[in-house]
Structures are given as structure tokens and as C-alpha cells.
């Protein structure tokens, strides 16, 4: 056995000694209307508050084997809110990236922004767009954030490039594969989540990562995101790690068990 401890091939053999790989993480950040309303305070700065927790999940993330973090900052479905919480809602990534964007591209954070540009004003296109070119060269952590998106309308949108691609002959429709379509996804440069998770309560995607969450593990957690922190991705993650991710397949055990 110690023998076997020293061979070069131990650390292959030897699971628990290998690093677990790093996490995909992602966030629907859920909340701030009722964390403002508990303290009488209005919408609005529910929403600043959650930029706030935003900074203290994103500054958390690394140091819990996180590389890659994505957020959902603004869905599909939220324009048909009033126009001034939409007003609101709009400014956030101003605020966030004025604030931390300078850290961000210091920390080797490469940040992205998925979802439609349609609707979205000229000065935040400018905004988004300065923001991932400033951080385009950074590799050590990812972090997305999800705005102006929804699930259905990226699989819609990913399902048009491909038939642009069919219609100029570009490619055949008998080579499409789930992987070929997920690489027109917007989400086509991370790897699939490994767990998405929902504060605040409720337990819903509400049109997060509809593809991308085929087999991703779902955590729901009891806090308003307003007041989220390490402490609660922590935790989520201790969860998280009690599951038992088949991916359809059955374990060795249990096919000798049923034999
Ligand atoms: C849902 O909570 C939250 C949003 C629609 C906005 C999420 C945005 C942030 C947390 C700020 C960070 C964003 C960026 C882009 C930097 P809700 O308002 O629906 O809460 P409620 O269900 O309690 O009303």
C-alpha cells in the first residue's frame, strides 16, 4: 500500500487526493422588492442593496473553488414592470461596474454580459461593452451576468443563428447535435452550471438557464438576496456537495446490487 502511495500513479488512483474541479455557480437573485418593503424603504433600494450583496458574493466565490459565476440581473419578462423600477433596474450595471469594474479587471476577472441588446440604450451597450473589453484578457475567474435574458428567448435566438447557417449553406440540419446548439448559446463559453441557486424562497427558474440547467443541482435558500453572503454560498455549497450527481446513469454499486 505505501508502495503504492509513492508510485507515480497514485494521484491518479487516489481520488481524495486530486482538487475537486472548480464550480459553476448560478444566481437568480431574488428578493429585494421584500427586503425593502420589510423596512419600508422602497424597490429601488432593494435593488441597490442587492448590487451590495452582488460584491460580497462575487468577492466570496473564489476562495470556494468557484471560477465561474452567473447572474440574473434582469430578465425577458421584467420590461412590463413600472417604468421606474425599469428605470431602476437599468442603472444597476452602471452602478456596479463605476463602483468595481477596476477591481474586477485587476482580480482576473473576466466579466460578461449575456443576453439581448435590443432595448437596452446605447449608453449601456456602451457600458456592457467597454466593461468585458477592459476584462477580455482575464482568465482566473468568470463571472456572467445574465441581463435583458430569458431562457426561452436564448434558445430562440440560438435556434435562428443556426438556421441562418443552414440557410447560407453554411451548415447541414442532420449536423446538429445538442452540443452544436449549445454553442450558439450565449452561454456557449462557460461550461454548464453545476448548481443554480434561488434565495429569497421561492422555487422556481423562472426562464434561468433552461438548457443549460438540464443537469444542474437546485438550491433553494430562505434569505432575501439584499442580505446574501459568504456565509449563505457556503452553505449552499455544503449542500450542494451532499448531492448525488448521476447524470441518468446508475452507480457501479447499485448495478452489482441489482445483479
Ligand atoms: C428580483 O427581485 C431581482 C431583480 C429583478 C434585480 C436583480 C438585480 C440585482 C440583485 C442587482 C445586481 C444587478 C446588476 C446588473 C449589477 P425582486 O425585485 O423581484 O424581489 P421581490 O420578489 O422580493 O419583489
Given at each position: 500500500m505505501a508502495a503504492e502511495e509513492n508510485s507515480p500513479s497514485a494521484g491518479a488512483q487516489g481520488r481524495s487526493a486530486e482538487a475537486p474541479p472548480p464550480l459553476h455557480v448560478a444566481v437568480v437573485m431574488d428578493g429585494n422588492g421584500r427586503w425593502a418593503k420589510r423596512r419600508g424603504l422602497p424597490r429601488s433600494l432593494g435593488h441597490r442593496a442587492g448590487v451590495e450583496a452582488l460584491k460580497r458574493t462575487v468577492s466570496a466565490a473564489p476562495d470556494l473553488n468557484i471560477r465561474w459565476l452567473t447572474v440574473f440581473?434582469?430578465?425577458?419578462?421584467?420590461?412590463?414592470?413600472?417604468a421606474a423600477e425599469v428605470a431602476e433596474l437599468m442603472a444597476l450595471p452602471k452602478r456596479y461596474f463605476e463602483s468595481d469594474i477596476a477591481r474586477l479587471e485587476r482580480e482576473g476577472v473576466r466579466v460578461r454580459v449575456i443576453g439581448r441588446?435590443?432595448?437596452?440604450s446605447p449608453e449601456l451597450v456602451k457600458l456592457v461593452e467597454d466593461a468585458q473589453a477592459r476584462t477580455a484578457?482575464?482568465?482566473r475567474f468568470f463571472l456572467n451576468i445574465a441581463f435583458n435574458y430569458g431562457g426561452q428567448a436564448d434558445i430562440a435566438d440560438a435556434a435562428r443563428r443556426f438556421a441562418e447557417d443552414v440557410a447560407a449553406g453554411r451548415?447541414?440540419?442532420?449536423?446538429?447535435?445538442e452540443q452544436l446548439f449549445a454553442s450558439?448559446?450565449?452561454?456557449?463559453d462557460s461550461p454548464a452550471p453545476d448548481v443554480i441557486i434561488r434565495p429569497s424562497g421561492e422555487q422556481r427558474l423562472?426562464?434561468?438557464?433552461l438548457w443549460e440547467a438540464a443537469y444542474a443541482e437546485l438550491v433553494f435558500q430562505d434569505v432575501l438576496w439584499p442580505d446574501y453572503g459568504a456565509e449563505h454560498l457556503k452553505a449552499a455549497l455544503q449542500v450542494f456537495a451532499g448531492r448525488d450527481r448521476r447524470y441518468g446513469a446508475v452507480v457501479a454499486d447499485d448495478v452489482l446490487a441489482a445483479g
Amino acid at each position: 500500500m505505501a508502495a503504492e502511495e509513492n508510485s507515480p500513479s497514485a494521484g491518479a488512483q487516489g481520488r481524495s487526493a486530486e482538487a475537486p474541479p472548480p464550480l459553476h455557480v448560478a444566481v437568480v437573485m431574488d428578493g429585494n422588492g421584500r427586503w425593502a418593503k420589510r423596512r419600508g424603504l422602497p424597490r429601488s433600494l432593494g435593488h441597490r442593496a442587492g448590487v451590495e450583496a452582488l460584491k460580497r458574493t462575487v468577492s466570496a466565490a473564489p476562495d470556494l473553488n468557484i471560477r465561474w459565476l452567473t447572474v440574473f440581473g434582469f430578465s425577458t419578462e421584467n420590461w412590463s414592470r413600472p417604468a421606474a423600477e425599469v428605470a431602476e433596474l437599468m442603472a444597476l450595471p452602471k452602478r456596479y461596474f463605476e463602483s468595481d469594474i477596476a477591481r474586477l479587471e485587476r482580480e482576473g476577472v473576466r466579466v460578461r454580459v449575456i443576453g439581448r441588446r435590443e432595448g437596452l440604450s446605447p449608453e449601456l451597450v456602451k457600458l456592457v461593452e467597454d466593461a468585458q473589453a477592459r476584462t477580455a484578457h482575464n482568465d482566473r475567474f468568470f463571472l456572467n451576468i445574465a441581463f435583458n435574458y430569458g431562457g426561452q428567448a436564448d434558445i430562440a435566438d440560438a435556434a435562428r443563428r443556426f438556421a441562418e447557417d443552414v440557410a447560407a449553406g453554411r451548415a447541414r440540419p442532420e449536423e446538429l447535435t445538442e452540443q452544436l446548439f449549445a454553442s450558439h448559446l450565449a452561454t456557449a463559453d462557460s461550461p454548464a452550471p453545476d448548481v443554480i441557486i434561488r434565495p429569497s424562497g421561492e422555487q422556481r427558474l423562472s426562464n434561468f438557464l433552461l438548457w443549460e440547467a438540464a443537469y444542474a443541482e437546485l438550491v433553494f435558500q430562505d434569505v432575501l438576496w439584499p442580505d446574501y453572503g459568504a456565509e449563505h454560498l457556503k452553505a449552499a455549497l455544503q449542500v450542494f456537495a451532499g448531492r448525488d450527481r448521476r447524470y441518468g446513469a446508475v452507480v457501479a454499486d447499485d448495478v452489482l446490487a441489482a445483479g
